[in-house]
């Protein structure tokens, strides 16, 4: 039975695990929610990254209107498929490894080529005076800022003629949004917003869930040094707002950070971002500096909870189409 093809992507590795826990974790999942067909959790320490694999396939199968389908799930990491002596942050270094994703070569079990849907998941900042740690952030715009485009010469920027201008969602990708579909409706807020965690370091009043179709994940290519954050966002938003002057429909900010918006470029196919808050616009080092496995573990498993509990209505969806 030919199926489609669904892609989550984490930046980073310890992104991937938070979220893999979640989706192994009954309590934390939809009861439908299936077991892998191939696991690849915990990753070992010293794993192949030349041919990388999914942390985890699952594999959802049902009917809509007597016709059964079936729709494979691909949980990947960026980081996993890195060269560990290049830096995690490395914008050029996740560009080169993407296309291996896409391409499903290396699921271990039969895909089709083209996804049907592309989800990146991450951490990130939120500009702003109140506090957003511990919200989650759905979106399908993407604007990508490269602080470094007019340095030719370093080798190891990454460079393209699709940064520092807002960059539209492909065809399908607002459909999730659509009020008729009700994806984002009170019941899925509530399953979800109870099992997210408030971080330790300024957390939100209340963690929660906001989903917008105009939502736009800002991105800084280039950024290898944590200390950077601190012009560098905002610089990244100072270009956004210029980018955005010229649309009647202003976009508003859903995340600051770093890959989102490297992924979408990789495919047309529909897209969506997942972005998990865990600091505050310039204050990377209060928030995240100085508890970085709480913070970030806490805000990567808020994201994991989103996903899983998103996936089951995105699946049934698909199978519509």
Known sequence: MPHKRVLVIANKSWEATALMNVLLEP???PS???WPIKLS???????????P???GVFNFQGNVQNKPYEVRVEVWCIQDAMDPS???SSTKEKVRVLPKIFSGMETGVPTSNRPDLVIALGTAC???????NGCVFIGTNVFIHDPYKSNTTHSEYWHSDNTNRLINPPPGSMDFFNPRNTFFDDVLRSQVETRLLSPPMK????PILLADNNYTAVGVA?????????????EALEAFKKANRGHQKKRPVGSLETTHGVIRLQSEAPFLFISGITDRLGQFSMDVGTRPYAQNFVCAHNTGIVTAWLLPRIVSFLNTL
């Open 27 to 29: 309590k934390g999942c």
């Open 203 to 206: 957390p939100a009043t209340k």
């Open 222 to 234: 280039n950024i290898t040094n944590y200390d950077d954050y601190a012009w560098a966002d905002l």
């Open 53 to 55: 694999q999914p942390r």
């Open 41 to 51: 959790h915990p990753l070992p320490p010293r794993h192949d990254w030349q041919s």
């Open 126 to 132: 939120f500009p702003g005076a109140k506090s957003y």
């Open 86 to 88: 290049v830096s995690p």
């Open 32 to 34: 439908e929610f299936p």
